[in-house]
Nanobody, 115 residues
């Protein structure tokens, strides 16, 4: 089974930017829908962005216009570009690969936005 490894999290001031990366151990992008989720303390994990193998994207309303998901098939990597960050974006961000009943998760990366 493919493995996902996130990186790029950290501490940033409100209004700043970060780019998260999700590297897959295998060539899964042609078979899976790739997504980014986040989970803030005391809250449920929420889906914030997805990208299909055909490059179709969709976003949660909370991040639309500020976050961009993209993929590099040659590098087996999915990115989440996050701009205009807000304190409420503070969460652990998880990469996910989904196909049918299969869900593969990364270990998560912490993003903290200070006010």
């Amino acid at each position: 089974q493919a493995q996902l490894v996130e990186s790029g999290g950290g501490l940033v001031q409100a209004g700043g930017s970060l780019r998260l990366s999700c590297a897959a151990s295998g060539r899964i992008f042609s078979m899976y829908i790739m997504g980014w989720y986040r989970q803030a303390p005391g809250k449920q994990r929420e889906l914030i962005a997805i990208i299909t193998s055909g490059g179709i994207t969709n976003y949660a309303d909370s991040v639309k216009g500020r976050f961009t998901i993209s993929g590099d098939n040659a590098k087996n990597t999915v990115y989440l570009e996050m701009n205009s960050l807000k304190p409420e974006d503070t969460a652990v961000y998880y990469c996910n690969a989904h196909r049918g009943s299969v869900n593969i998760w990364g270990q998560g990366t912490q993003v903290t936005v200070s006010s």
